[in-house]
């Protein structure tokens, strides 16, 4: 009898001693719920095939708006398990009027190892910067076969297990470098969720988070039928699965490989060295453009402002750098920002950096105060390196900047379908009109031209030249041929005038435009963030 009892404790003891830390078991149960370790372990290729949406990320009307989105259809994504492979097929249909029109676009794109690629329509292979392959990487373990699979790696670190609400939670490193969160369901131990961090220019140090929902048996395993990835609080990708295959066709060694034109060539480290031009296009107006998205400086008497800091800190601070090297004897003082969208937003915490005044419509001024003060620290920027506060001044509808050297009307380009944040400036001594997106010189679809000549028409515009933040300066009347025949009148001969309202400023005065005859001291076109 005591014999018996004495093999029971040892039993117990041993069993106890056994028994796997906290997070070693948070592990161990999600490989069970989904099937079993060793079937788990046993995957090799899997294939997803779907459709659902993509979310139009940092581009829809306002920051915080989430109703704009691409229709996806075909989509499939193989992923090679093993050998850290992954492609996507997928046609995307905008819901919202595009700027490159309403057509349907295939899209390809894939990631071998460390390297991420994208081949075009027309079977044109490119390289894509090593920031981008890294999320590729990434995205390939958002999902619960592959994070599950990745964690049971005897070369994986687990830590930090804890639980919050009704998730178990779990720290993962990955054989390979990269770091995710995994949660799974307290009850029935099946992953609900996986994070991992990546860099943005504009949200800085972002969360990813794919969610998993609807599990069904697919080959002895248990695998979700919903897959939900947001970035930040901005879904970005909304997948509902039709068929999933483990282990059957994901296309040919060569299919999930990268083509040989990525392949050779050369790694992109980061955004390319910024190439400024310079173009006096009237006195005191310097067109500054040389790549893909042009800045525009303007003299005022004692200081200087900039058009545009697009992009990110790179093209933003080689901007500001050529403003600075034309006027050295004038501070460059202000950015006047046209609209919210990232690829115009970037290099706005870069001008914050430089000590710059951000002048932009009142519905950003939130964002970029969130944005300002966001932590970079996977990319430290400008702004990371050099801590400033924002200085901010926001424009409702209209804002004269004016002194006795320069005059600039800023207009808000009302019920335009790309944003309603978007900022036009009008230069009305030199004719000239500076805009972003609603207008792109040589474009094949102009879909917002319209809606630009009415906000045209409406303010009594006499322009000569379009200065456009996208593509070459064009007289008007090549503008005018954007739009639809019924819909063009040439203002060129009007001639109005009126009494505008204004305010004093240290920088000079700043009319309110178009308030009629009154005139009084009025500040309700300035707000203070």
Partial sequence: MARTILA?????????????????????????????????????????????????????????ATGQAFTLTGYKRAIDVAAGRARIEQTRTPNFTYFQGQQAQKQVLGVDGSMGYNIAVNGTATRVANAVATDRRAEIYHHPLTIVR??????????????????????????????????????????????????????????IETSF???????????????????????????????QIVDGDAGDDSDLRA??????????????????????????????????????????????????APQNDTRARAVIA???????????????????????????????SEGLTVITQKANAAFYQDAISRSHSIVPDALAKSPKPLKIETIDEEMVLKDRA???????????????????????????????????????????AANLLENIKKHDLKIDRIVPIHGAIVPYSEFLKAVPTAQRVDHASRNRFSVQTFSWTGAGLRFPVGSGMSIGVSRRYRSYV
């Fill in 213 to 243: 929902a609807d599990y069904q048996d697919v080959s002895g395993l248990k695998l979700p039928t919903h897959l939900t990835t947001k970035t930040d609080r901005y879904t970005t990708v909304d997948i509902k699965v039709t068929k």
């Fill in 322 to 352: 050529k403003a600075r090297e034309l006027r050295p004897n004038k501070p460059l003082t202000q950015v006047i920002n046209t609209h919210h969208h990232f690829d115009h937003s970037g290099g706005i915490r870069a001008a914050v």
């Fill in 406 to 448: 320069m005059t600039v009307n800023l207009y808000r380009v009302a019920g335009s379908a790309h944003a309603d944040t978007l900022l036009m400036a009008y230069f009305p001594k030199e004719r000239l009109l500076v805009e972003a997106d609603v207008f792109s010189p040589a474009a094949a679809v102009q879909p917002y």
């Fill in 8 to 64: 029971v404790l040892v039993a117990a003891t041993l069993g106890a001693c056994a028994q796997a830390p906290p997070e070693q078991q948070i592990i161990n149960d999600a490989a069970s719920a989904l099937g079993g370790r060793a079937r788990v372990q046993a995957v090799k290729t899997l294939v997803i095939e779907g459709s659902g949406i993509n979310g139009n990320l940092g581009q829809d009307m306002t920051p915080d």
């Fill in 150 to 207: 990745a964690a049971l790696d005897p070369a994986a670190t687990l830590s930090q297990p804890r639980t919050h609400d009704s998730e178990r939670i779990v720290d993962v490193a990955t054989a390979n470098g990269l770091k995710f969160t995994l949660a799974i369901d307290s009850a029935t131990k099946l992953p609900t969720r996986v994070v991992s961090m990546t860099d943005n220019a504009n949200l800085g140090d972002v969360a």
């Fill in 259 to 308: 083509p040989a034109a990525a392949a050779l060539a050369a790694p992109i480290a980061g955004p390319p060295p910024a190439t400024v031009t310079t173009e006096e296009i009237a006195k005191g107006v310097w067109f500054l453009a040389g790549q893909s998205h042009h800045s525009v400086l303007v003299e005022f008497a004692d200081h200087l402002t900039l058009i545009e």
